[in-house]
């Protein structure tokens, strides 16, 4: 067996010619890159031109390979001709959240092809700190404001259930549309409500582009349960709702769990989300009522099978220990 001393002796001749090797091997390899970094400029080059994705060295000598990787991300993602756009209607209402809450939307609808983003603001004006944000996520947007009446808002920031929030924002947006684009337009469009303080599927989007009239899907962790859901026929046919909440409703769904084709919008331009004389949980049913029957619903996400999209609801901070004057510096937003 070698003592400790040789072994020792050893390691010292062998680690001097480790590092002269590896030396070496650094200044070989040095040039190349530098050909590499030169030759590729800001390395933002657009693989649309052709360029090949290998390069070879110039010298005959030279027999090392450099494989060039590079990823164009676009912000958001190209526009298509082909795929119909899809206009996402969110009302919006200042609150410590409400910068958060869009912040994640905005993140979701950047990976959306042909998405239009028509936010609404609860509000007698656009606020800065919407307008901001809108213009700094390269989202393809629409900004509109419409306050909601005083003497439909109880003390606080409690309102009367009758009048759910969001009901005159959205009704804004769906007259934009018809105001917007011509009924005999070819452009070819979908209408969905997405709320800021839910969670969505990139795949939803994908599921509701191919909606002719109506289009239904599961929503999860709304009315008391893990999920509401259409009721679908071995047929492919909606034929009910699996929900506890008055499932006698004629549309017993939530606000994100259908979307509607453009031209369906535009063609009737009476349906509206009613404003007054309309329970708690009826408003789908306002809208849906006037534009389908149950049997014209699209059952999608695998014949409402699978779920999509989360009623998440973003908790509500604490903020106790900002006093009446507050702490912390009330110029930053959040």
């Not at 109880?154 to 009901?167: A, E, S, V, Y």
């Not at 809208?287 to 999509?308: G, H, Q, S, Y």
């Amino acid at each position: 067996m070698p003592k400790r001393r040789d072994i020792l002796a050893i390691v010292l001749i062998v680690l001097p010619w480790t590092l002269l090797i590896t030396v070496w091997h650094q200044s070989a390899i040095a040039p190349l890159l530098a050909i590499r970094k030169d030759d590729g400029g800001d390395g933002h080059r657009d693989l649309g031109q052709g360029s090949d994705s290998k390069e070879y060295c110039s010298s005959d000598k030279d027999i090392v390979e450099v494989v060039r990787t590079e990823y164009v991300y676009t912000r958001p993602p190209p526009w298509s001709d082909v795929l119909p756009t899809i206009h996402v209607i969110t009302p919006t209402y200042s609150r410590p959240v409400q910068k958060a809450e869009l912040t994640r939307l905005a993140n979701t609808f950047l990976h959306v092809p042909n998405l239009h983003w028509i936010l609404v603001e609860d509000s007698q004006r656009r606020t800065p700190l919407v307008t901001r944000l809108l213009h700094e996520t390269g989202l393809n947007y629409t900004h509109l404001n419409v306050e909601t009446p005083r003497n439909y808002k109880l003390r606080g920031d409690i309102r009367d259930p009758r009048i759910p929030r969001g009901t005159m924002q959205r009704n804004l947006a769906l007259r934009w549309l018809r105001e917007t684009f011509n009924i005999n337009s070819t452009q070819p469009g979908i209408v969905y409500f997405a709320d800021d303080d839910n969670t969505y599927s990139l795949e939803l989007f994908e599921e509701m582009r191919s909606t002719r009239k109506v289009s239904v899907w599961p929503v999860a962790f709304v009315g008391g349960l893990r999920y509401e859901s259409p009721k679908v026929n071995a047929a492919g046919k909606v034929y009910g709702w699996k929900t506890v909440f008055d499932p006698h409703r004629p549309f017993a769904i939530d606000m994100a769990g259908f979307a509607i084709n453009l031209r369906l919008i535009l063609f009737k331009p009476q349906a509206y989300f009613k404003l007054r004389g309309v329970k708690g949980g009826y408003q789908e049913s306002s809208l849906l009522r006037e534009l389908v029957t149950l049997n014209d619903l699209e059952p999608k996400a695998a014949n409402c099978t699978k779920i999509l999209v989360w009623h998440t609801r973003t908790e509500k901070p604490v903020l106790v220990n900002e006093g009446k004057k507050g702490f912390t510096d009330p110029n930053v937003e959040i």
